[in-house]
């Protein structure tokens, strides 16, 4: 066995959409048993199952009693249509058995003005069409401070042993997120695909974010050509400047057309090799989602 192939052994993506996502006429022609079973085959132990709607927690369930040597982790993204960014639909996910939580995604006014995930939406849900600015969500009060309900879920968040993902809010208020999370002590805080347009974050910013501890999530969809808005080179700087046992590879995956994620994590891991990275610095950062889930 190679040593890509030996850093993929016992890895886990924890960014990974279900099937279905937004509905049923989204082209998701893999089915999760397909990705799963491809998984396996690659040696990994267990994927994070997203979605922008409903939260993944029945369906993960169930694949777990098919799976029961692969782990899928159930998670919630804290859109409109899943209650929104409120503790009270932070509890009710936690004792339903979520692993990892995310902030606004689809729904996150960061996402709306920089036609992120909400134009996808727009092509199948024609009501989200008439949303106007005050229908997304913005976690900063009128003077910049974070909202109390999101220090709430931070804390169930710390106190339940959760991962918590910034999902597609802008940088002002991630880094809000973690400066309060640094705080009370919690980081198992993710900045969520920095490098995307949704939630954009530049690399100074991406290095404060991660400097209390936290984590920044690097996905290879972020890498394919439609969806290009990162370097392999974009992670090297990371693992060397940010630290690797601070960044995570992830794969994002969500359309058909992308190859399995363990090819995905094959080319990126290989990549990464040849361009200096040692191998034992990549070796953390595909540990990092054990750390982070099973810690």
Not at 156 to 163: E, F, Q, S
Not at 221 to 247: Q, T, V, Y
Request: hydrophobic share 40%.
């Amino acid at each position: 066995m190679n040593k890509i192939n030996q850093l993929i052994q016992g890895s886990i993506d924890m960014h990974v959409h279900a099937n279905p996502d937004i509905c049923l006429k989204h082209p998701q022609t893999k089915s999760n048993d397909d990705i799963i079973n491809q998984c396996i085959n690659a040696g990994m132990n267990g994927i994070v199952l997203k979605t922008h709607g409903w939260p993944s927690v029945a369906l993960a369930h169930q694949l777990n009693k098919q799976y029961p040597n692969f782990k899928i982790y159930p998670s919630i993204s804290l859109n409109r249509v899943a209650g929104g960014p409120y503790p009270w639909v932070v509890e009710m996910a936690i004792e339903m058995g979520v692993k990892v939580i995310w902030l606004p995604t689809w729904s996150a006014l960061s996402d709306h003005m920089h036609t992120g995930f909400g134009t996808i939406a727009k092509e199948y849900l024609p009501l989200t069409k008439n949303l106007v600015d005050s229908d997304y969500y913005y976690l900063l009060n009128n003077t910049g401070e974070l909202l109390e309900d999101i220090k709430i879920i931070i804390e169930m968040c710390k106190k339940h042993n959760i991962v918590l993902c910034t999902g597609h809010i802008s940088h002002e208020e991630s880094l809000a997120v973690g400066k309060y999370a640094d705080m009370i002590g919690y980081h198992k805080l993710v900045l969520t695909h920095p490098c995307s347009d949704c939630s954009y974050n530049d690399f100074e910013q991406m290095k404060e974010f991660a400097h209390p501890g936290h984590y920044v999530e690097f996905c290879t969809l972020n890498l394919a050509p439609l969806h290009h808005s990162l370097d392999i080179l974009d992670i090297k700087k990371a693992i060397e400047e940010i630290g690797a046992e601070h960044c995570i590879l992830s794969s994002d995956h969500f359309f058909d057309w992308t190859p399995a994620i363990s090819e995905q994590f094959y080319q990126a891991l290989g990549c990464l090799l040849d361009s200096g990275v040692k191998e034992e610095c990549l070796q953390i950062l595909m540990n990092n989602p054990i750390r982070l889930l099973e810690g």
